[in-house]
């Protein structure tokens, strides 16, 4: 089992349309998560920042993370086709062998289509 | 301010040829990363430096891959012999300080072996 697991999609929405993203893991020592975007041909950027359980808004963009459930979101509102691209969740440990790592998803492609 | 940036942005060449792939973190930055993409596998840790000292290189595949850091504002990742196989797009990043800082990539150098 990998330690984070994120649906690849692909994933083509209507401008206008809400995004909903989704990533699980399974290490529990998981304190920072991250979302990442990459546009095609570009290097992954950071999109937003988010430490332990909680919401974190920025925009049109939500972070959640549900620590119990081991379960993060990213949300999307009033889509634009700037926002297509591919949408990779990360994390980290705040300690132990894996401190220092950034554990990806695999990244899930998202059309936004006018 | 400049961000990671990579050299070369494409290389092809032949299976048996010595690849090296170039990196400079952004200023300041004291840990850097090497990661391999690829549409079956994801963004794979190759290699991560902290201080210009190796401390995590499980995620280079073989003795074929080396990777160096000789001060603190360049790194290299050489192959060698390159094999078809190695055919991905390999991204630089770099961090500031500890482990709850989030990475920031290069454009990558998109590697072909024929």
């Known amino acids: 089992q990998k330690e984070v697991e994120q649906d690849p999609g692909p994933l083509s929405v209507p401008e206008g349309a809400i995004v909903s993203l989704n990533c699980t893991y399974s290490n529990s020592a998981f304190q920072y998560f991250m979302w990442y975007r990459q546009y095609s041909r570009k290097g992954p950027e950071l999109l937003m920042y988010?430490?332990?359980?909680g919401n974190k808004e920025d925009g049109r963009f939500t972070a959640q993370v549900d620590k119990s459930s081991k379960y993060i979101s990213l949300f999307i509102r009033d889509s634009q086709p700037s926002d297509s691209a591919t949408y990779l969740c990360a994390m980290s440990a705040r300690r132990g062998s894996t401190l220092g790592r950034l554990y990806f998803g695999r990244g899930t492609q998202l059309t936004v289509w006018p | 301010d400049a961000g990671v940036i990579q050299s070369p942005r494409h290389e092809v060449t032949e299976m048996g040829q010595e690849v090296t792939l170039r990196c400079k973190p952004i200023s300041g930055h004291n840990s850097l990363f090497w990661y391999r993409q690829t549409m079956m596998r994801g963004l794979e840790l190759l290699i991560y430096?902290?201080?210009?000292?190796?401390?995590?290189d499980s995620g280079m595949p073989e003795d074929r891959f080396s990777a160096k850091m000789p001060n603190a504002s360049f790194s290299t990742l050489k192959i060698q012999p390159s094999e078809p196989r190695d055919s991905a797009v390999y991204f630089c990043?770099?961090?500031?300080?500890?482990?709850?800082?989030?990475?920031?990539f290069g454009d990558g150098t998109r590697l072909s072996i024929l």
């Open positions: 988010t430490y332990s359980s």
């Open positions: 430096f902290n201080n210009n000292v190796p401390i995590d």
């Open positions: 990043a770099s961090r500031l300080g500890q482990y709850n800082q989030p990475q920031h």
